[in-house]
């Protein structure tokens, strides 16, 4: 595994160098600026494991299309999914480091691949919690994990999972009112994804922001 993280950090050099040389290419730069839940194999958050599961809504030929775009994306990145697991249990061992460096590379080189930014997030917000006790330093560090969806958000505008890790985020801490407007936002991209606006927490954020409006 050594040796794959070192050929991918080399692939890395070698594609910003192929970056600076060639001003038309695209460059990764970060942006400035309830649950995402333990790190899952699966990249999603752990209060959306069931997301797979189909709704009864989504019609065959949609059902089609997406289980088309899932095997898609499976063969597409298929080389880098040892070392998206080692990283995985790098996290999982509190190795956080070395976790880090081998999420960098992967969303990276593929910027596109939903499963390393969501688990970076989740691995960021639990290993910055775990490590704070003091309440401000855990509200400064909600925000690394906030900065990881973003840089993911504008690389993929349109990630139904990335904006759902990000609702589920903003779900937890209490901000109601984009939470579910990122819930709805991500059911809208993948219907598939519709289950969460049935999860309670969901629910009563819903109710939450109704009675907010009709005071």
């Given at each position: 595994t050594s040796k794959d993280v070192d050929l991918l950090r080399q692939r890395n050099i070698t594609r910003c160098k192929s970056n600076n040389?060639?001003?038309?290419s695209i460059s990764i730069r970060p942006t400035a600026n309830r649950k995402l839940g333990r790190i899952t194999n699966s990249g999603d958050c752990m209060l959306g494991q069931n997301s797979t599961s189909t709704s009864r809504h989504v019609s065959a030929s949609k059902r089609r299309s997406h289980l088309a775009a899932q095997?898609?994306?499976?063969?597409?990145?298929?080389?880098?999914?040892?070392?998206?697991?080692?990283?995985?249990?790098?996290?999982?061992?509190?190795?956080y480091d070395e976790a880090r460096e081998i999420f960098e590379i992967l969303v990276?080189?593929?910027?596109?691949?939903?499963?390393?930014?969501?688990?970076?997030?989740?691995?960021?917000?639990?290993?910055?919690?775990e490590g704070n006790k003091n309440d401000s330093a855990k509200q400064s560090k909600w925000c690394?994990?906030?900065?990881?969806?973003?840089?993911?958000?504008?690389?993929?505008?349109n990630c139904p999972r990335v904006i759902q890790a990000w609702g589920l985020l903003e779900l937890q801490k209490g901000n109601f009112w984009p939470a579910v407007q990122m819930l709805e936002?991500?059911?809208?991209?993948?219907?598939f994804l519709a289950p969460v606006l049935n999860w309670k927490p969901v629910k009563e954020a819903k109710s939450v922001i109704y009675k907010n409006q009709n005071l």
């Open positions: 040389n060639n001003p038309s095997s898609h994306c499976r063969g597409e990145f298929a080389e880098y999914e040892n070392l998206y697991n080692h990283a995985l249990t790098l996290a999982r061992s509190q190795r990276t080189l593929c910027p596109s691949w939903h499963k390393p930014w969501v688990s970076y997030a989740q691995m960021e917000k639990r290993c910055n919690i690394e994990c906030r900065k990881i969806l973003q840089r993911a958000l504008t690389q993929n505008p936002r991500c059911v809208m991209q993948d219907p």
